[in-house]
């Protein structure tokens, strides 16, 4: 007899089999009513798998957001290779930012917790998803001032109010059963608010930035 082995799946490959059954998980049931047994019991691992990656059930919500946000990172420095212009790559990172916020999966994601008044959480995605990509952010706008095509006299700070902005821009876009704008012309006005917003902070010219409304 040949003694059986444990199957042993790489790190990066474990991680992403339990964020996925985590996120399946908060979609169908809800975040606050998943529990850690529930997603190691549908990965099929022991509890102390799931704890070796993530302290929490907190921890591995924020690890999902960050893959939404590397992944969405890594696609607008793809994208970018292909201009030359930063107001291009403004105007890239704005959509991208807006699309990763509002739709899909990590839209739909933001609806759960919203729903369940999780605000704290809510606000704790947000300053990672800033965080995480404030150093993009910041070299397009250097690229863009030494170019001539941004004005900026104070990077950092103006980040604060870019923060602000498409916050509300994302209150604006929530739908009416989150007590938020769920008529599209009236998202739409908001929208080029916001644009204008925007290009007046970075100081960019009228029509660079330019919003749509999501479908998720």
Request: glycine share 6%; proline share 4%; net charge negative.
């Amino acid at each position: 007899m040949f003694p059986i082995s444990r199957i042993s799946k790489d790190p990066q490959e474990r991680q992403n089999e339990l964020m996925d059954t985590a996120l399946e998980l908060f979609l169908t049931r809800g975040y606050l009513t998943t529990t850690v047994q529930d997603i190691v019991r549908k990965v099929g691992v022991a509890q102390g798998t799931f704890y070796y990656y993530y302290p929490s059930k907190e921890a591995i919500l924020e690890a999902i957001f960050a893959r939404y946000v590397t992944h969405m990172i890594a696609e607008v420095q793809s994208q970018s290779i292909h201009t030359a212009l930063p107001s291009e790559k403004l105007q890239l990172f704005v959509n991208r930012f807006y699309s990763l916020c509002c739709s899909g999966e990590s839209g739909l994601m933001a609806k759960v917790l919203y729903k369940e008044k999780q605000g704290a959480l809510i606000n704790q995605l947000w300053r990672q998803t800033h965080v995480m990509t404030t150093p993009l952010l910041v070299r397009i706008i250097e690229d863009g001032v030494q170019q001539g095509q941004m004005k900026v006299g104070h990077i950092e700070e103006s980040l604060v109010f870019f923060a602000g902005i498409m916050g509300a821009l994302l209150e604006a876009s929530s739908p009416l059963e989150f007590a938020h704008e769920s008529d599209p012309e009236i998202i739409a006005k908001k929208l080029v608010i916001a644009a204008t917003l925007i290009e007046t902070l970075f100081g960019t010219p009228a029509g660079t930035i330019q919003l749509t409304i999501l479908n998720d």
